[in-house]
Nanobody, 123 residues
Framework: QVQLEESGGRLVQAGGSLRLSCTAS????????MAWFRRAPGNEREFVSA????????YYADSVKGRFAVSRDNGKNTVFLQMNSLAPEDTADYYC????????????????WGQGTQVTVSS
């Protein structure tokens, strides 16, 4: 099992940048594929990005491709989401998730979840 804790969310102006972090504790972090999801008020949770356990593969939703970058530091048990060119539609609670096995864009594939961090982008 892993426990996940996100940080880095805050209020930012449109066009700005943020870096979210998700730190894991518990089981061997390097065994897990990691993902970021988000849920905007009134919306369903949606996939944002994922990175494989080996760091060799990354995946992005079309809505964030070219603006967001996912990375991980297995030595620090942490996954990052660098978010650039933020827009008001990026406003959401952002969650990291972990699973053993291949990275996936499906939330149901993930066994472990953090509590979320709030990102608000003002226009």
């Amino acid at each position: 099992q892993v426990q996940l804790e996100e940080s880095g969310g805050r209020l930012v102006q449109a066009g700005g940048s943020l870096r979210l972090s998700c730190t894991a504790s518990g089981d061997a972090f390097s065994n897990y594929s990691m993902a970021w999801f988000r849920r905007a008020p009134g919306n369903e949770r949606e996939f944002v990005s994922a990175v494989s356990s080996s760091r060799s593969n990354t995946y992005y939703a079309d809505s964030v491709k070219g603006r967001f970058a996912v990375s991980r530091d297995n030595g620090k048990n942490t996954v990052f989401l660098q978010m650039n060119s933020l827009a008001p539609e990026d406003t959401a609670d952002y969650y990291c998730a972990a699973r053993l096995g291949l990275a996936s864009s499906k939330s149901l594939a993930y066994e472990y979840w953090g509590q979320g961090t709030q990102v608000t982008v003002s226009s």
